[in-house]
């Protein structure tokens, strides 16, 4: 009865994977223009937080409208099922690994964690996914406390042996220019 239950719960995952992911697809915007947009919400996240206050509409309206082509899971199987639906395979075991030191170290850091994602977009060539941790900043948190985390965050897979991202590279760069 219990091996019928975990597959039974199982397939309903799949099914809901799949649902998630077609509705992004099917919202799929031009990547060049999400990049766009989401390099301006995290430049916005990085300012100074009366600067960030001044501009929180423009934050508000670029967060809902970015979470449209975000498809977020809780779990580490969950994430295999995506990824082997999205990526290439030979990928799929880097990118758990990659997703999970970001998010292992957010947790070891006190920062709450909302899930491993991909980001959904499309160019000429058809569909573009990009893997993803996503987590929440305590805006309690003085602005120092939340780059050193960020800084942290970062380059987690590189404390774990794996490669890190241009992306990773590129945000700890710009984050040390600020503290
Ligand atoms: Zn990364």
Redesign the pocket.
């Known amino acids: 009865m219990e091996e019928w239950n975990s597959t039974n719960k199982l397939l309903e995952a799949k099914e809901s994977l799949a649902k998630l992911l077609q509705e992004a697809q099917a919202r799929a915007m031009d990547s060049l223009e999400l990049n766009t947009m989401f390099r301006r919400k995290m430049d916005l996240l990085t300012q100074p937080f009366a600067e960030f206050l001044k501009n929180l509409d423009e934050y508000d309206k670029l967060d809902e409208e970015i979470k449209k082509h975000i498809v977020v899971v809780k779990t580490l199987p969950e994430y295999r099922m995506l990824l082997e639906k999205t990526a290439n395979t030979a990928t799929v075991e880097d990118t758990l690994a990659?997703?999970n030191a970001?998010l292992n170290k957010a947790e070891s850091l006190g920062v709450p964690v909302e899930g491993y994602a991909i980001i959904v977009s499309k160019n000429e060539k058809g569909f573009v996914y990009a893997p993803y941790?996503e987590y929440k900043m305590p805006t309690s948190w003085d602005q120092r406390r939340q780059i050193e985390a960020n800084i942290q965050i970062?380059n987690a897979?590189h404390e774990y042996g794996n490669r890190?991202?241009p992306?990773?590279e590129k945000r700890i760069e710009e984050l040390k220019k600020l503290n």
Do not use: W
């Open positions: 990659h997703e970001h941790a970062a897979p890190l991202s992306t990773d």
